[in-house]
């Protein structure tokens, strides 16, 4: 996708202050800390766009990014970090499954995993949630610069065994730091956000 524009088009802490869903839309979802709002800057190859931190908690509403006036990129808040409080994490997890019900342009949900470690118990709700809602996530891996190259396969097994993942092409190891693998991402992101089966029909397929 040829990035022409982005902006950060809204911050909600409340489901009814999302933009109404007229463009397609893309979520990143994962344990805090594993690197959504620093994957949200790759992709769109800014820096500091979406606000990063190195300590957990740091995305505490839905951000809405708007790319080319064409699809939403959405950040949501991080689950798993003790210091946020029980009932924000509660209220977290019930704006997020509402979300993930209910959001009708949603094309894409990207679960994201960081590469270095087994999935824990979040991850593991979170992916059974979602196939079990029929929401079958795109599953990155996320910090792919912090492992050896040889640690690659051995943690790529681990995490599709751990979570039960029979389709491997639904997982795509990247780096926000080195850019490996953004382009693949971006691609399987605008094949869901723009099927080219909605392509309108060429001349010669008219006669
Ligand atoms: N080396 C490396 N560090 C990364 C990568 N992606 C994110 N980080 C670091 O991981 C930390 C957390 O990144 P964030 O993007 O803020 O994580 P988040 O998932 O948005 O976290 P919350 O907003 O708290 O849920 C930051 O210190 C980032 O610099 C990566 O690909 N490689
Ligand atoms: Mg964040």
């Not at 982005?6 to 990143?28: H, M, N, S, T, Y």
Request: proline content about 4%.
């Amino acid at each position: 996708m040829k990035l022409r524009n982005v902006a950060l088009a809204a911050v909600c802490g409340r489901k009814d202050q999302f933009p109404e869903p007229d463009l397609p839309e893309i979520c990143f979802i994962g344990k805090s800390n594993v690197g959504k709002s620093s994957l949200i800057n790759a992709l769109t190859g800014r820096k500091a766009l979406a606000r990063t931190s190195q300590a957990p908690g740091k995305t505490r509403t839905v951000n809405f990014y708007e790319v080319n006036e064409a699809l939403y990129l959405v950040d949501l808040p991080g689950y798993g970090y003790a210091k946020v409080s029980q009932t924000e994490q509660k209220r977290w997890g019930q704006m997020i499954e509402s979300y993930l019900k209910q959001r009708e342009s949603l094309c894409l949900a990207v679960l994201l995993i960081d590469i270095r470690h087994e999935p824990g118990k979040g991850d593991q709700m979170m992916y059974d949630w979602m196939t079990y809602y029929g929401i079958e996530p795109l599953i990155v891996l996320t910090k792919l610069d912090k492992i050896k190259k040889n640690q690659l396969q051995k943690q790529l097994a681990l995490i599709t065994r751990a979570l039960g993942i029979q389709n491997k092409e639904n997982v795509i190891a990247v780096s926000s730091e080195s850019k490996i693998g953004i382009d693949t991402l971006w691609q399987r992101m605008e094949q869901a956000a723009f099927p080219t089966d909605a392509a309108p029909i060429s001349d010669s397929d008219r006669s």
